[in-house]
């Protein structure tokens, strides 16, 4: 299958997937898979975590490895916060607004170093951790569930870097474009949470 035509599959999905399960109080917190799933059946934490990879990879170098890294691992923090009962404000309209500033970012193109990328990613990671962090149940339940959570978050960070690096072979004009399109539609599925969740 072509570049373009998974992104759009994989596009697609995500916009007409279910109500974002992610977020307090929904659905089982206790167990690896557990953990896998609210991550996975967010659109929100999906977006995000797929434009990161795809962030990654339009900057390239260092940015493959250090832009998903720096977000599981500040996330891990958050959910370790969110676990110990520490409040943070904003939280679901800080990850809701992350698919927004993700999608503008990718959209952009701009060529932002590698660091200041992770440093982006790594502040609404915080908030996408605190998230899931507040559900884990104590315990090794609660451990294997934030395993879980932060699989698949790198699961979908790959994904967002395959998608982003099959992209970039195609002839430079139609990459851009495919990822400026991308960002757009990320930004604007973004706006569309934030609207919803008002």
Do not use: K
């Amino acid at each position: 299958m072509r570049p373009v035509a998974v992104a759009t599959v994989a596009l697609a999905s995500v916009l007409l997937a279910g109500p974002a399960a992610a977020h307090v109080g929904i659905g089982a917190t206790s167990g690896f898979w557990h953990g896998v799933w609210h991550p996975v059946g967010g659109p929100d934490h999906v977006l995000a975590m797929v434009a990161v990879g795809m962030i990654a990879a339009g900057i390239g170098g260092r940015a493959l490895w250090l832009v998903p890294a720096a977000f599981v691992a500040v996330m891990a923090v958050g959910g370790l916060l969110g676990s110990g009962g520490l409040a943070l404000p904003f939280v679901n309209g800080t990850v809701t607004m992350s698919v927004l500033v993700f999608g503008i970012t990718l959209a952009a193109r701009l060529p932002i170093p590698a660091a200041l990328a992770a440093v982006l990613v790594g502040t609404f990671a915080l908030f996408h951790g605190h998230a899931h962090g507040t559900e884990m149940s104590a315990g090794t339940s609660g451990a294997t569930y934030g395993l879980g959570f932060l699989v698949a978050t790198a699961a979908l960070h790959g994904l967002g870097l395959a998608a982003g690096l099959a992209t970039l072979r195609l002839r430079p004009r139609l990459a851009d474009g495919v990822m400026r399109f991308t960002g757009v539609a990320t930004a604007l599925a973004g706006a569309a949470l934030l609207v919803a969740s008002q």
